[in-house]
């Protein structure tokens, strides 16, 4: 199922302030190289990663995301070079947190100061080429310093007009209680696929539905897996993170192929991918997914999801291939990048 022609999907509330986002986002961090680790899921191309993004906004994927983090500062201008002239067009979604020197070198330290927070915020704007970020993330909570203070200086950046919606990431339901009181908040991004659907069983499913916050999954496809491109370990490039996630190693790897190649049955079904049918699940459960992609053709299938029903029978049949508790592997690597 593809979506070749140029209808507008449709779109949704993300949260109750008032931000309103296409049914489904583009995640841009593999768009960019990192400076310590290299290329993210793959090669790297700047000219194909900008048709990317321009397809998906006539395709009304328009909210697009992003971290001073991800190169550091690359993926923001890359992002700058492709939106040139059509920033009114888009949302855009950036994060801070992970400290990143004078020298632009990543310490790998949570700085959640609030000096640090509006060091952060000019950066981005510049390299954002930009006056305002439209949703602007807490990547992750400082352990050193009260989730109230971070979110207290973030909510001083909208009265200051330089951020119009708040979002927190990697977060617990009692950290989303405190900082929703503090200021409000317009999105949740955490790590959710049929993959790991642990957001369904800590409490914050059922917190952002109680106080009206949107919840975004990030990795929504299983960091790749749940695609069915990858068959064998030898798929994954040497130098690429995955092999250092527990989930694509050892007989944890060939258990995880078992099952998507179980959802790729009942996409068979409906002629659709696991992705697609993976994302459509999502949407269906009210979440806002953000695939990452680099490539025309697969933001393309990915918004193809977002026309996709599935029936009660169906629904059924994916969660008990992938249940909730289910092991598949944990998702930690060994290196600090996360998402």
Not at 98 to 108: G, P
Not at 175 to 184: D, G, L, S, V, W
């Amino acid at each position: 199922m593809n979506y070749k022609n140029e209808k507008q999907m449709k779109t949704r509330k993300l949260g109750a302030q008032g931000l309103e986002i296409p049914m489904i986002g583009l995640g841009c961090m593999g768009m960019s190289s990192f400076a310590s680790t290299g290329d993210i899921y793959g090669k790297a191309d700047e000219k194909e990663s900008i048709a990317t993004i321009h397809r998906s906004l006539e395709l009304g994927g328009n909210f697009l995301d992003t971290a001073d983090l991800y190169g550091p500062f690359e993926n923001e201008r890359l992002i700058a070079r492709a939106i040139r002239g059509k920033r009114n067009e888009f949302i855009l979604a950036s994060k801070f947190g992970f400290e990143i020197d004078d020298n632009d070198q990543v310490t790998w330290r949570i700085n959640g100061q609030p000096d640090y927070i509006r060091k952060s915020i000019e950066r981005s704007l510049k390299n954002l080429d930009t006056n305002v970020i439209d949703l602007y993330y807490m990547h992750r909570p400082d352990p050193n310093v009260p989730i109230e203070e971070t979110v207290g200086a973030m909510g001083e950046l909208v009265t200051a007009g330089k951020v119009k919606y708040l979002g927190i990431s990697e977060v617990n339901a009692e950290q989303i209680r405190r900082a929703h009181a503090t200021f409000p908040i317009t999105a949740v991004q955490n790590e959710i696929s049929l993959f790991g659907r642990e957001a369904e069983t800590n409490g914050v499913y059922d917190l952002t539905q109680e106080l009206g916050i949107g919840l975004v999954a990030y990795s929504p496809l299983g960091r790749g897996f749940i695609t069915g491109e990858i068959k064998s370990p030898d798929d994954i490039p040497e130098d690429d993170f995955r092999r250092l996630i527990p989930r694509f190693q050892g007989e944890q790897f060939y258990k995880n192929l078992d099952l998507v190649r179980e959802l790729e049955k009942i996409g068979k079904e409906k002629d659709v991918t696991s992705s697609q049918l993976a994302l459509a699940w999502l949407i269906q459960k009210g979440i806002v997914p953000i695939p990452g992609t680099k490539r025309v053709r697969y933001v393309e299938q990915n918004i193809a999801a977002t026309d996709i029903q599935l029936t009660a029978e169906e629904l059924q049949r994916i969660e008990a291939i992938l249940p909730v508790g289910l092991n598949t592997g944990s998702r930690d690597v060994n290196i600090p990048l996360q998402s």
